[in-house]
């Protein structure tokens, strides 16, 4: 088992593109998650998925990101018309029962917004 | 709502001496995970230690020990025999045992281990 990967690690855009992460979480986990976070500050939970259904998703998580599981294996967070405000690492993490509800994150994806 | 507060933004440390971080919660459910997680320069968030709301016992994992007071809702981290490699942000995590898994939390504290 590779741990959950995330791709790319870096991105620089230009304000108001779109981008689009991917992640691929541990094999057996169901449960897919996705944060925010800045320099100096902790984690921001965005949206939460069981296998394929979106159980949760943050106030913070404006109508121009989306997020999607399609198979209830990869996801992918996307953030149309980016902003300067959009710049942070986005993590994404996953668990399952098995793993006793621990969380394993991957190494991030850094945005930055130009 | 859940809260997850660390109120120490920077502590040091000497090599080989123990350090305890302090993190307290805010929660009205009896039933939760509260974790502790590392995260070095390199940037991946690393479990620590967890600990079960239900469980009385105190978590402990090698030179990583905590100090859970359910009643105080404090859940402190004590490392001993620090080392250089122990240099990292260490965030406090809290979690509920059903309905969202959604993990809370705090603001980080950023330890540095000296030479």
């Known amino acids: 088992d590779t741990g959950v990967s995330q791709d790319p690690r870096h991105k620089i855009t230009k304000r108001g593109q779109n981008v689009t992460f991917r992640c691929d979480p541990i094999s057996e986990h169901n449960r897919l998650y996705w944060y925010r976070q800045t320099l100096g500050q902790g984690p921001e939970f965005l949206t939460y998925?069981?296998?394929?259904?979106?159980?949760?998703k943050s106030r913070l998580l404006s109508d121009r990101f989306s997020a999607e599981r399609p198979k209830g294996s990869f996801s992918t967070l996307e953030i149309q018309r980016t902003e300067q405000g959009d710049s942070a690492m986005y993590l994404c993490?996953?668990?399952?029962?098995?793993?006793?509800?621990?969380?394993?994150f991957g190494e991030g994806s850094w945005l930055t917004v130009v | 709502a859940q809260t997850v507060t660390q109120s120490q933004p920077e502590m040091s440390v000497q090599e080989a001496e123990t350090v305890t971080l302090s993190c307290t919660y805010d929660?009205?459910?009896?039933?939760?995970?509260l974790f502790w997680y590392k995260q070095p320069p390199s940037r991946q968030m690393i479990l620590v230690i967890r600990?079960?709301?239900?469980?009385?016992q105190n978590a402990t994992e090698n030179r990583f020990s905590v100090n859970f007071q359910k009643a105080a809702k404090s859940f402190s981290l004590k490392i001993s025999d620090s080392q250089l490699g122990d240099t990292a942000m260490y965030f406090c995590a809290f979690c509920l045992t059903s309905g969202t898994y959604k993990y809370i939390f705090g603001t980080g504290t950023r330890l540095k281990v000296l030479a």
């Open positions: 998925f069981q296998n394929e259904a979106q159980l949760e």
């Open positions: 929660t009205s459910e009896s039933n939760y995970y």
């Open positions: 600990q079960e709301a239900y469980k009385q």
């Open positions: 993490a996953s668990s399952s029962h098995g793993s006793g509800n621990t969380i394993y």
